[in-house]
């Protein structure tokens, strides 16, 4: 059975996970991708998405990816057996990421119910006018995507 390869999703506040991964499952600027030991090095923009992380031992992980950028390094490996194995190394980098089970279910269904009402009234948080109402159906649209990717990640776990 092949070792996987290394992973790690790292946001500003800490190291979310660290690991040895079988697969990466996630969303990218030009679609769905899979990453598995051996992958071709690349960079790509993630969209926000839920990513599925299934470790080499244990269960998989479900995360709330907020967007950022995917890491694929695969290149020789030191002191490798076989001489000249390759080693595979991802890196998940985002501003936002949750662990399904972390995620305050009941906060994110507020948080849904709140974006969905002012989504289309122009107002932004707390029922504040805005003085330019794009504006704040924006922001309202943006905080409704977060709130049910995150319900997302919590319902793919279940």
Excluded: N, Y
């Amino acid at each position: 059975m092949a070792d996987g390869f290394a992973l790690q999703v790292v946001t500003p506040d800490r190291l979310l996970v660290d690991t040895s991964a079988q697969s990466l499952v996630l969303r990218t600027t030009e679609g769905d991708m899979t990453v598995l030991d051996g992958h071709t090095s690349l960079v790509a923009a993630l969209v926000p998405w839920v990513v599925r992380v299934d470790p080499v031992e244990g269960e998989s992980v479900r995360l709330a990816v907020h967007g950022g950028f995917l890491q694929v390094e695969t290149g020789p490996q030191h002191d490798a057996e076989p001489p000249g194995s390759m080693a595979t190394r991802v890196t998940l980098l985002t501003s936002i990421a949750e662990l399904a089970e972390e995620i305050d279910v009941e906060r994110a269904r507020r948080a849904k119910e709140d974006a969905e009402a002012r989504v289309g009234q122009g107002r932004a948080v707390g029922g504040a006018e805005e003085a330019d109402p794009d504006d704040a159906e924006a922001r309202a649209a943006a905080e409704l995507a977060r709130a049910e990717l995150r319900l997302a990640a919590v319902d793919a776990t279940t």
